[in-house]
């Protein structure tokens, strides 16, 4: 049997470990850069995420939108040092009004707008410069749509769905003593609870301290039936709105420290204030059987309750009020209560 001498085996070592060297720490070099673009391409969509999110409550209102989410990428860059994403506002921000189609999500309806956020992020190669590869920027892109909400936890309170938005004005809503017929005398009335259980009027009407649960089981979406509460004494809802032993109705809680500074176009998203209402068609009946289709909501601002005399009355003001988390319809009517969902 032939053998190899001694020192020409010691240098086939030598190369064999020089090649496995070099190849362990190409994979190293590969495995660290690949890393920092995994990193980047999640800042890049984390970040256009956020902005649009934030941009697209800011909708219909084009040149808003667009400032919240380019200060949305600069409060980002501000608190991290790793990777800084940029975005141009006139090549990586894109809109769609009512009635156009955004691509793989769809139509608009009269009312809805959709926005784009495109963020870009350089990345710095570590390792992989050997190879002549010095930077490369990872792209990454969102998009929302700002819509009617289709379906909500509600006050049972229903409003005349014929009645003018008019956004930021003082209305004067007043109390229906019927319905007796199709012309409903009067703009809003009492609802039956969505979940049922006429016990729980008063708690959702005056809103303090709901569970989950009642919550829940008190939405009402679109096109749902819901039943007349005729014949509610004045005192029940005058507890829930305007004053009662407890402190506890809407009005007085709006006076707590919390709320006190609050206006109509500044305000804490959770002031008493705020009522979400279903504006209702009447279809048929009287007195409990009476029937009411929701064709939408309406977000209003209580400024006063006239609770006394023969003509009973809410002042307040319609406002436009966006829903986190709720659901929504881009193709539903105009409403003063939208939601802004994330649809790619």
């Not at 850069?33 to 941009?55: E, I, K, N, Y």
């Not at 894109?94 to 769809?106: D, H, K, L």
């Not at 929504?328 to 105009?334: A, H, K, Y």
């Amino acid at each position: 049997m032939m053998k190899w001498p001694a020192g020409k085996r010691r240098g086939v070592v030598i190369v064999l470990v020089t090649i496995a060297l070099v190849a362990l720490l190409g994979l190293a070099a590969l495995t660290i850069d690949v890393g920092q673009l995994c990193v980047a391409a999640q800042t890049a969509q984390d970040v256009a995420d956020a902005a649009v999110l934030a941009g697209g409550s800011a909708l219909p209102d084009y040149y808003a939108a667009t400032d919240v989410a380019l200060s949305l990428v600069d409060a980002n860059n501000e608190a991290t040092n790793q990777f800084q994403a940029f975005c141009d506002a006139s090549d990586d921000i894109s809109f769609w009004g009512p009635g156009e189609t955004i691509p793989a999500v769809g139509p608009l309806g009269s009312a809805a707008c959709g926005m784009e956020v495109t963020t870009h992020v350089p990345v710095q190669y570590t390792f992989a410069k050997v190879f002549g590869l010095t930077e490369t920027i990872v792209t990454r892109s969102a998009t929302v749509v700002r819509m009617p909400v289709s379906g909500v936890p509600i006050c049972p309170m229903w409003v005349n769905y014929s009645t003018d938005y008019q956004y930021g004005h003082e209305q004067e809503l007043l109390m229906a003593d019927g319905p007796h017929y199709e012309n409903i005398p009067g703009s809003f009335g009492w609802l039956e609870p969505p979940c049922g259980d006429s016990s729980m009027f008063l708690e959702l009407l005056r809103g303090y301290n709901l569970t989950p649960e009642q919550i829940a089981s008190n939405y009402a979406g679109t096109d749902d039936i819901l039943y007349a509460n005729p014949g509610l004494a004045v005192g029940q809802w005058r507890q829930a709105l305007e004053s009662d032993s407890q402190g506890l109705a809407r009005l007085q809680r709006a006076m707590w420290e919390t709320w006190a500074s609050d206006t109509f176009d500044d305000f804490h998203t959770n002031n008493p204030r705020l009522i979400i209402v279903p504006m209702c068609k009447y279809l048929t009946g009287q007195g409990s059987d009476a029937q009411f289709e929701v064709q939408g909501f309406g977000a209003f601002w209580i400024e006063s309750v006239d609770s006394h005399g023969q003509t009973r009355s809410i002042t307040g003001r319609f406002i436009q009020y966006t829903i986190p988390g709720a659901d929504g319809d881009p193709l539903s009517p105009q409403t003063g209560l939208w939601t802004v969902r994330m649809v790619k």
